[in-house]
């Protein structure tokens, strides 16, 4: 079901939040929330750390040895993420999978945590003017509408101005 989908992803027609949103319907839908816990949470614990950047490892160090607030914010689902989060300390706003009577229905709960969305997602779980400096990272130009609200923004990993 998805490799048509995935064909038109790749050739442009359809955007990656759109995909991500197909292939979690198709990944999900129906399937019980307990069994795919438990599935996420295992996953938080043997493949995320392998993933994580070196680069970003240190960031993440360096913003915990100043006692700065962590939020991760991320495309990437709930069901893996928020374990990996809590485990570490971080806050998070990221892609939600929506249960319905113990099920996943497919669909996210506030829709695909990206390009515009990711901006009011923040805001609706965090005031952000109650933080002195507000620190941003992102790889993808889904991020950039995140990274216009912080003060100091890194794009890949350099410097970045809105203006860019």
Known sequence: MLPPFFILYKLGVISAPRMRTIASFVA?????????????????????????????????????????????VSASLDVYLKPWCTKNGFSLVCSELEVDRGRF????????CSCANKPKLIHSKFELGQYEKIYAYGDTKEDLAMLSLAGEAYFNWRHYTVDE
């Open 28 to 72: 999900f839908f129906g399937r019980n929330v307990d069994e795919i816990v438990a599935a996420g949470e295992k996953y938080a614990e043997d493949i995320v750390p392998k993933y994580l950047r070196e680069v970003a490892i240190k960031k993440l160090n360096w913003h915990k040895k100043n006692g700065d607030k962590i939020v991760i």
């Open 105 to 112: 229905s497919g669909r996210y709960v506030n829709g695909d």
